[in-house]
């Protein structure tokens, strides 16, 4: 979603002067894909996690924003933040004379979207384009593994949480990818759940992606949850953490966000 209509403009021109602020990791994992790292002058802490881009600057990001002079010094032509937001943080960015793209995929569809979009800010439109059909690819590889492991059994029955308290399911683009290994989603994706409704879902596994948290999730947490000590995830030990970054990410890092759910929820 575009909130300043100079985005056109921007596109329009050469990349040559570019100047971005990334206060998305998404967007900084797709942009050093596809070759763009040096339009870069300004990312977050967690833009780290994705893409090899320390020793440039850090600044805050779209909930946590302290002086927005840090980025302003960094004279960016475009700064790109993603949904969820914090509406004060942004309404400091929206008085600032910068342009400003909020990116807000809701499937693996719209991940696409935003490597069209983003690499043609870049002007490396050949480049999404490959980065597209690689991803497309890696999928399609996955799912074929999943299909010969599955032995047409049925799918397997997951519920992949994104934060604990309150409790709120992985995204849509995760429901997506967890059919592509051979599961399904017991809950509504990108929703805030409750206990009794993941226990109704009868979870066989249970992934635990907590945002912004790396591989700190606890495990533990899962089984000590009343409502679930009967769940076929709990009492067969089938609670795994993913690292948040491979599955919180709508970009390429979801390639292995994927085979990591493929070992995590497998056949045994």
Known sequence: MALNPALNRLKRQSSAGARI???APSATSILCEVGARKLLVGV???CCDVANVRGLPQVGDCWHMGDVGEITKLRPTLVIGSVPYKQETVAKLLAEPVNFLAMNPR???GVESDIRLLSGIAGRNAAGERLIRKMRTEFADVARKAKL???GKPPTRVYSEAWPNPRISSPPWVAELIRIVGGE???PPGERV???QVADGQPDVIVLAWAATGMRAKTSEAYKVAAWKDL???CNKRVVVIADELLNTPGPPLVEGAHQL???IGPR
């Open 21 to 23: 602020v990334s206060l």
């Open 107 to 109: 499937s693996l569809l």
């Open 194 to 196: 409750s206990e009794e």
């Open 185 to 187: 989603m017991v809950v």
């Open 149 to 151: 492991r599955s032995r």
């Open 44 to 46: 977050t802490k967690w």
């Open 262 to 264: 493929l070992r995590a």
């Open 232 to 234: 076929s995830a709990i």
